[in-house]
């Protein structure tokens, strides 16, 4: 009965898993990053990104912001293409409204996804970052939109930036295709 309990009560506390996005990054880091996106703790931001990803809106976006030992940033489709000008990478987004915060309290840990936003936290539109370590500081700031679940190798192999504003210099890794799943 215990067990039975307890299995229930993990699954209740749990996020679920059904959809998510594979990325296929390029640049020092080549491989795919699965991410599974919890629908059901933040509904309207995962909506986006699969809008986003079912658009190809980030194909051939950069990885403008990366911080050895916190995150990596990417998703600005607007300023951040690898082809494109990037002096303006991390300040765009993309043509839909921005996304009223779907705080959690999901923590900030190693391979969690958070939406990125300006000083407003009813800003996230269609940035991300993606954690290398915790990073407990941002629980509750910044809606939690899923977590990586396969390639973390290649996650740990983006090129960092520099600085405490982790501005990546030269060729940026980026993520080559992004498509959602279901």
Do not use: C, W
């Amino acid at each position: 009965m215990l067990k039975v309990l307890i299995s229930m009560i993990l699954l209740v506390s749990t996020p679920a898993f059904g959809s998510g996005i594979v990325i296929d990054v390029r640049g020092e880091a080549n491989g795919t990053l699965t991410i599974d996106l919890f629908e059901d703790i933040a509904p309207n931001h995962t909506s986006r990104i699969l809008k986003l990803a079912e658009e190809g809106f980030y194909d051939g976006v950069v990885f403008h912001r990366v911080i050895e030992g916190f995150m990596a940033q990417t998703g600005d489709g607007q300023f951040g293409k690898v082809s494109g000008d990037r002096q303006r990478a991390g300040m765009g987004g993309s043509n839909y409204p921005d996304l009223k915060a779907e705080f959690s309290d999901i923590s900030y840990e190693r391979g969690i996804v958070g939406m990125a936003r300006s000083q407003n936290p009813d800003s996230g539109n269609s940035q991300f970052f993606i954690m290398f370590a915790e990073g407990n500081f941002l629980n509750g700031q910044y809606t939690v939109i899923g977590k990586v679940t396969d390639g973390f190798d290649v996650l740990d192999k983006i090129k960092k930036g520099l600085g405490q504003n982790g501005l990546v210099l030269g060729e940026p890794d980026f993520m080559n295709t992004v498509s959602g799943f279901y």
